[in-house]
């Protein structure tokens, strides 16, 4: 609860407006509400004693208050969305950027199905929930005027209903703890059918070339029906519930409304009296689903914030750190005795190098998850335990994110491309379409381009027929594009064709006069080029030339 009320405050920061023009719209709509039945009450008291004209009067207010619900009520639904769109803008921006801010690490804890589970579903539940929050409000505060009301006729009518919906709030909270346990299993269950569609959709080729649908699709079929299984007893104890409490406002209603009879009998009530007390029924009965619903959307999202709060709370503190000039920048790494992956069983154990400004540097040997933990780190993708990484005597970790990525960037043979054009994907890097073109024919990749049937508009896809030689290339350019200070690459220059490996050497040749250049690479001709060899070795680089 304490941890709910801290959300609370946090989204009555983020649209105000829309909550002050929610709520006064929310107070409208159910104050015409209660007129309304009013109205009609006495309408049909003065049509009982014959004064027609009163009635008339009455009918034509009731038409005039009628006409303002409607309208007050589209109003409503307008900014009912003014506010959902503006928290679910928040929360789906705010589960990206904190993607950003995680470690590959602390992503691993999340599956895909998860993952897509809580930027998508739980942001939708929390977003309905903290929306719909502000009438369910406004109801509460309508439930203390019926009552007031029943007060005003009957001690009687007033106590029955009150006592009735205690016991009935008591019991909700208690089939609330039992939903929330079994939405809980029910979300987990959905995570893992997601994830098994994911895998399902990513693995189409092989799941075609080694024709194991079959096997593929009972694991599939297994745990859809473990999801329906959990979804249906979720559903069973929902409606349940609600029927038990349906019948039971439902049956005091009419033994009011019986009670009823007997003082219009004794000459304590009018006629339209019992229309108001039966209407007013009515919205308690309305107004108890609701408050049920809102018990159970309360165990709903209390499950949604801490799948969503795991994902903020992984990432690292949004912090500013130090600025650096990016025409300053002279691109110098140094790694100074570092620890890093798992602690009994380290990527890379007290592993040191320097590598120079303006120089092409060659990581090379066979232990490639070492390589590979090199470029996490420069990345910042993950930190290491022990020893301190600096570009230009400054730690990496110190250094401001904004300006750090601005000074970096990698080129990796399993980088993906975005399902987008080619010139988007390019132009996402770089905005300057001219560059685009001088950087794709210089590496030789806009003639290959250029014979596609949509040239640069080709929508890239898994099934794009462009080689893996083309993508490659499309992955290198947009490193180039970045005109970053310090260029990583892995093996992927050595995986081009011989043509497209000569460009690319060409290019990095050019470009280490005034850049840090940083590649994995086995192949001899790369290997020629390089300033300094630094070979990875059971977990430690060691300088080879």
Known sequence: ??????????????????????????????????????IFGYTIDFITVANYNTALLLIISLIIVVLMYRTSEALYIFAYY?????????????????????????????????????????????????????????????????????????????????????????????????????????????????????????????????????????????????????????????????????YVFELFRLLTILYGMFLVKEGLFAVGTLLIIYNYYQKIIDNFTSVLTTNVDYRNVVVSLNRFNKLVEYSKPEETGIILNKNDIKGRIIFDNILYGFRDNPTLRNASMEIKENTLTVLTGRDEAAQNGIFDLLLKLNRQHEGIITIDDYSIADIDDDIYYEMISCARRQSNLFETSIKNNLMAINDNFEEVLEISKEIGLDDRIIKLKDGYDTILTDTTPISQNTRMLLIISRCLLKKSKIILMDDIVSSLNQESERKVLKILERLKKDHTIVIVSNSEEILSKADLILETNNKRIKVKK
């Open 1 to 38: 609860m304490k941890n709910f009320l801290k959300e609370l405050k946090k989204v009555l920061k983020i649209a105000p407006k829309q909550y002050i023009i929610l709520l006064l719209t929310s107070i409208l709509i159910r104050a015409l509400l209660l007129i309304i039945p009013v």
């Open 82 to 246: 003014k506010l959902f769109n503006k928290l679910y803008a928040h929360y789906n921006n705010l589960a990206l950027s904190k993607t950003v801010n995680n470690s590959l690490f602390s992503l691993s804890r999340f599956s895909a199905g998860e993952y897509s589970n809580i930027v998508i579903t739980d942001v939708d539940v929390i977003s309905t929930f903290f929306t719909t929050g502000v009438i369910r409000f406004i109801q509460i505060i309508e439930f203390l005027v019926i009552y007031v009301y029943f007060l005003s006729l009957d001690i009687g009518i007033f106590l029955s209903a009150v006592i009735l919906s205690i016991i009935m709030i008591f019991v909700a909270i208690k089939y609330g703890n039992v939903l929330q346990r079994v939405n809980e299993k029910r979300k987990k269950s959905l995570d893992k059918m997601t994830a098994s569609v994911y895998t399902f959709f990513n693995n189409i080729k092989e799941v075609k070339s080694y024709h194991i649908f079959d096997r593929i699709n009972n694991r599939g079929i297994e745990q859809v029906d473990d999801y329906l299984d959990k979804s249906a007893k979720y559903s069973l104890n929902y409606n349940v519930s609600n029927q038990i409490f349906l």
